[in-house]
């Protein structure tokens, strides 16, 4: 709470207005009465509702700025998952999309408790449109491996296969 404190407006403050205001008058009862006001606000300031308001505030703006970056980061990972995809997986994608905002909008138009952001099965339909987003991205990635992989593999097996069998044909 003390590295929050030193680290708040509040502290600035009570330093300018007590201790600045001792050294600018230069008259050491002031000043001794400065140093004096800047323990006690040292002792109180940290404790009162004011401060633990402000400490509140900020620690909440914080965490929504996290919060914020992180959905943007989601944000931006769905997005370019979604245009790595092929335009058949798409289509499929879209076609999954809109029976989920149908169902979405079949919820809030349920009622009004169904209308809330933390309803858990809203929650669950957008986990599933994002595995459903990465299972049609490793799908892809699949295709794709076993494209290259049969094609590269082919020739060398077929030349193997085939130097084998001249092999066990001199044998016999």
């Given at each position: 709470?003390?590295?929050?404190?030193?680290?708040?407006?509040?502290?600035?403050?009570l330093?300018?207005?007590?201790?600045?205001?001792?050294?600018i008058?230069?008259?050491?009862?002031?000043?001794l009465?400065?140093?004096?006001?800047?323990?006690?606000?040292?002792?109180?300031?940290?404790?009162s509702?004011?401060?633990?308001?402000?400490?509140?505030?900020?620690?909440?703006?914080?965490?929504s700025?996290?919060?914020?970056?992180?959905?943007?980061?989601?944000?931006?990972?769905?997005?370019?998952?979604i245009s790595?995809?092929?335009?058949q997986?798409?289509?499929?994608?879209?076609?999954?999309?809109?029976?989920c905002?149908?169902?979405?909008?079949?919820?809030?138009d349920g009622?009004?408790?169904?209308?809330?952001?933390a309803?858990?099965?809203?929650?669950?339909?957008?986990e599933?449109?994002?595995?459903?987003?990465?299972?049609?991205?490793?799908?892809?990635?699949?295709?794709?491996?076993l494209?290259?992989?049969?094609?590269?593999?082919?020739?060398?097996?077929?030349?193997s296969?085939?130097?084998?069998?001249?092999?066990l044909?001199?044998?016999i």
């Amino acid at each position: 709470n003390l590295k929050k404190f030193l680290k708040s407006p509040y502290h600035w403050w009570l330093l300018g207005l007590t201790l600045g205001v001792g050294f600018i008058s230069a008259h050491p009862l002031i000043m001794l009465a400065g140093l004096a006001l800047y323990v006690v606000g040292w002792i109180h300031l940290p404790d009162s509702a004011m401060f633990q308001g402000w400490v509140t505030k900020h620690m909440d703006a914080i965490a929504s700025a996290k919060s914020r970056a992180q959905i943007q980061a989601f944000k931006d990972r769905r997005q370019s998952l979604i245009s790595s995809l092929s335009p058949q997986r798409l289509r499929r994608y879209m076609d999954v999309a809109a029976v989920c905002q149908d169902i979405e909008r079949a919820t809030v138009d349920g009622g009004p408790s169904a209308a809330t952001d933390a309803d858990p099965r809203l929650r669950k339909l957008d986990e599933l449109m994002w595995t459903f987003l990465r299972l049609l991205v490793m799908e892809g990635s699949l295709e794709s491996f076993l494209e290259t992989e049969s094609e590269e593999k082919l020739p060398v097996d077929i030349q193997s296969s085939q130097t084998e069998i001249a092999a066990l044909e001199g044998e016999i």
